[in-house]
């Protein structure tokens, strides 16, 4: 069964350091790949997503992520933070062509210092 | 867009007893999905619909839990007997097919459930 990993359970950062999030699939063929993110007391909501094409997409709030096949990556990156964006980041696969699930990592807290 | 409704948003209950979680998907959508949170196994997959079809209910946990979805605009879930470790964050999501996967999810505001 597909898995993902989020490597970074709890990340501190200061406002204005750069983030990124480390998160693998476990997947060989073609999947759609998608970062969520979930504010404090919040639902979840769409961050970014990836169906096809170019494989750095760019997502809301200066988020982008790339997706390294080669890897079976989907980072999540921004250059730089800020309070704002302290939150709970989930990042999820659906393996197509397999079913129609979609699985979610852990999820990493993301702490930012003012 | 009203966009997907849950009910309820607090629910506390004592052990042993009944409950059962609503959910309203967005009207059009044909995937609908259940989902528990916790802090120790984070976002879990319970069960999911397509077009009102139980299609993977492996991630229920036990006979205790059940899901129904009688027709496009209305979803069940329901424990019974309730126990402590069944406390956690329910998230009900809806979405539609895109290109040959399933597209983006839209989340409900979650129903908290606490059993004492």
């Known amino acids: 069964a597909q898995s993902v990993s989020q490597h970074n359970h709890h990340v501190i950062l200061s406002e204005a350091a750069s983030l990124e999030l480390g998160c693998n699939y476990s997947?060989?063929?073609?999947?759609?790949l998608f970062w969520y993110v979930q504010y404090p007391g919040q639902h979840l909501q769409l961050l970014l997503k990836?169906?096809?094409?170019?494989?750095l997409v760019k997502g809301i709030k200066g988020f982008e992520a790339e997706f390294i096949k080669s890897k079976f990556s989907f980072n999540l990156r921004k250059p730089s933070v800020q309070w704002s964006d302290t939150a709970e980041y989930f990042c999820?696969?659906?393996?197509?062509?397999?079913?129609?699930?979609?699985?979610f990592g852990k999820g990493t807290r993301l702490h930012i210092l003012p | 867009d009203a966009g997907v409704i849950q009910s309820p948003r607090h629910e506390v209950t004592e052990m042993g007893q009944e409950v059962t979680l609503r959910c309203k998907p967005i009207?059009?959508?044909?995937?609908l999905f259940w989902y528990r949170q916790t802090m120790m196994r984070g976002l879990e997959l319970l069960i999911y619909?397509?077009?009102?079809?139980?299609?993977?209910d492996s991630g229920m946990p036990e006979d205790r839990f059940s899901a129904k979805m009688p027709n496009a605009s209305f979803s069940t879930l329901k424990i019974q007997p309730s126990e402590p470790r069944d406390s956690a964050v329910y998230f009900c999501?809806?979405?539609?097919?895109?290109?040959?996967?399933?597209?983006?999810?839209?989340f409900g505001e979650g129903s908290r459930l606490t059993v004492l």
């Open positions: 999501a809806s979405s539609t097919r895109t290109g040959a996967g399933t597209g983006e999810l839209f």
């Open positions: 997947y060989g063929g073609t999947v759609n």
């Open positions: 990836y169906f096809s094409g170019d494989p």
């Open positions: 999820a696969v659906n393996a197509l062509n397999r079913d129609d699930k979609i699985i």
């Open positions: 009207s059009g959508h044909d995937y």
């Open positions: 619909f397509n077009n009102n079809v139980p299609i993977d």
